[in-house]
């Protein structure tokens, strides 16, 4: 029986399956072959890989190098022999098919999700809410309210955590007392770590704020550079780092001259500036005009 899964991607590339009897790799012995020349040549010895990303386009690298190879039998290229090939298969559609899984999870108190076997952070302020999730092989997408909330790379790590210290800011901008106690506090930017342990009270607070304000900016990288430039200009509070942080990210920009393409044209515009002579005259001769009276006296 077909799963449901595999009977769209058939439809939607449109093409039959010809199943083999399990566990009989001699009724496909060309695949079978393909797959061993990969391996001993591609992945021997068994490499050791810090990022899949980089590592897949390695090796799609060194397959697309192997088209050049000439065929064992025939002679010729395989990229011509796969050119040809080509030519007798159907064409993609337009639309790439989308594998995925949906789910729909409930945000714990702390402000996570679990799937499969890894938690991930959203916020806390999303507490007993439940969002919906789209399971991709390589990454998940969080949905609350019909909007895309977040997306993570999808762990397969056993007893996982996935978390971002800037959804916690607002939290933490209530409770500024519990910043260093926090599971994600040593995500946050180093100097700023040192910063929030040395000050406390409405002096973290305004901390906190004003480092939501950079990254709701979306300038996390200019964080430290913010502080670190107070830090030079003496002991540094929320209002000269803000004022720092501006100077980096919004510096005084002056317009450059206006090149004009042609020299403007004049046409003999003489204008009569003795109506402005009245304005200078000299008042202080002039007659005052007559006060009020006040009351049992007369006007000066």
Request: net charge negative.
């Amino acid at each position: 029986m077909i799963a449901d899964g595999f009977y769209r991607f058939m439809l939607h590339h449109r093409f039959k399956a010809d199943f083999c009897t399990p566990a009989k790799g001699n009724e496909k012995g060309n695949v079978e072959n393909k797959v061993g020349y990969t391996r001993r040549n591609m992945l021997v010895p068994i490499p050791v890989i810090e990022d899949f990303e980089i590592f897949n386009k390695e090796l799609l690298t060194r397959c697309d190098a192997d088209l050049e190879r000439e065929h064992y039998e025939r002679g010729t290229l395989i990229r011509e022999l796969w050119e040809e090939d080509k030519q007798q298969l159907l064409t993609l559609p337009e639309h790439e098919y989308e594998v995925f899984s949906y789910d729909s999870l409930r945000v714990d108190k702390q402000g996570f999700i679990k799937a499969d076997t890894t938690k991930y952070g959203l916020s806390p302020e999303l507490a007993g809410q439940v969002v919906q999730v789209k399971l991709y092989f390589d990454k998940i997408e969080v949905f609350y309210d019909r909007c895309l909330l977040k997306t993570f790379r999808r762990s397969y790590e056993k007893n996982g955590e996935d978390s971002d210290w800037k959804d916690y800011l607002p939290s933490l901008v209530k409770k500024p007392g519990a910043t260093e106690h926090t599971r994600f506090f040593g995500q946050m930017p180093k100097l700023w770590q040192e910063y929030l342990k040395s000050i406390k009270g409405r002096e973290r607070k305004s901390a906190l704020l004003l480092l939501s304000e950079i990254i709701k900016d979306g300038n996390e990288t200019l964080c430290d550079d913010a502080l670190e430039l107070a830090w030079e200009h003496g002991k540094p509070d929320s209002d000269n780092i803000r004022q720092c942080y501006m100077l980096i990210a919004k510096p005084e920009s002056h317009p450059k001259p206006l090149h004009l393409l042609s020299a403007p044209s004049q046409h003999g515009y003489s204008p009569d500036l003795s109506v402005y002579d009245s304005l200078t005259t000299d008042w202080s001769d002039a007659p005052h005009p007559a006060r009020p009276c006040n009351r049992g006296g007369v006007a000066k």
